[in-house]
């Protein structure tokens, strides 16, 4: 058994609640990958065998649920953005890992295919993606990357979907595999390409957040913001009048249960408040951001994902565009005494972004490309509150 030591490298006294870390956990610990989705195939292969997660898992948490978050109780304020976490099968590896909001990848009123692989593909970013370098062209990594802070990657899925009659089941099932203080998000957008005008699409979106109500959802998020869908579907979230008729229309159908709405980066910031005055009326929560669009190419110049010269950079490099959107957003909720939650997302990759996020003043924080190469991060997160990291 390994004692426990805080951040400045004392021994701290072994207590009756304190959590040993076995020793083999610890060997675990010591490598910073583990990645639980293979980027060599498809979604679907993916979908249907991951994640690839042999454990250890970290002990059972004896902490009781005592983080008030809109009426449930949760262990920490830490969860998983929408996207990783493919259906129940990964909900049930992350839930026992210990990520306590746990987000259903985005899912559709109708059956869609997901696009070709590859569908993630490591990028250099050189540093932050700031707003002044938002028309670059970004390249593939060429060098495996040496740490979890090195790690961006550009993803295109296309926003794939089963039928309603198969996802809502299986969220049934996702839900329950969650313990104690854990809530389960699904996240649900409308189809342009099958309603291409505003007020069948607007109900399409309210359509599918009921689905995902009727199907057990503690709380329901509308992908606003995905860059690797048609452009119609992915601006959604700069267009005040359009967003903010979406959230009234699923909000209507969703009643108590909360509703949430996923945004992306902003550049203007008298846009991103209009887009929050417009919404602020019918959402509890507000998350962000989503993958940031950018052009990626490959070492010959060609786009890395084929066919797709732009797509959604996400991971270590848009940690600055996350940051800046917590704090637009944390200004803006505080001046207009707004009373949604903030989920705080981008760019986070190791316990001390998650502290630095937090203390912006969002309410919880959520990673997604983190989660997919350290499913272990929750753990690491849970040790370092402990004094034990
Ligand atoms: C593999 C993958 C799939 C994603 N799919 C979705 C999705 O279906 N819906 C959504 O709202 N965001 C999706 N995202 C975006 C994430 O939720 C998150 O907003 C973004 O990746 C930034 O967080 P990160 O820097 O921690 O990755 C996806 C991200 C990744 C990495």
Known sequence: MLRPFNRAGQALPLQRKTIVVTKSLQKTLAREFHPTYDVTRSYEWNYRHGPHFKGPYPPVRKEAPRISFLGFRLRSRLGVAAGPLLNSQWIRVYAKLGFDILSYKTVRTRWRPSNPKPNCVLVDTRGQLTDDRLGENLHVMTQPPAGIRDISITNSFGVPSRNPSIWQEDVERAKRYLDKGQVLVVSTMGSSEYYPDAPSFIQDFARSAALAREAGADIVELDLSCPNSNAAEGMVYLDPELSGAISKAAKAELGDVPLFIKLGNFWNRDRFESVIKTNAPHVDGIVGINTVKMTVLDENGKP???????????????????????????????????DFVMIGVGGIMNPEDIREFLDTGVDAVEVATA?????????RYYLTRHGKM
């Not at 490099?317 to 001046?335: A, D, M, N, P, Y």
């Not at 989660?371 to 753990?379: I, K, Q, V």
């Open 304 to 338: 890395a994902i084929p066919g797709r010269p732009q797509s959604g950079v996400c991971g270590a490099g848009i940690k600055q565009s996350g940051l800046q959107f917590v704090h637009w957003l944390c200004e803006t909720r505080k001046k207009n005494r707004y």
């Open 371 to 379: 989660a997919m190469w350290d499913p272990y991060l929750a753990y």
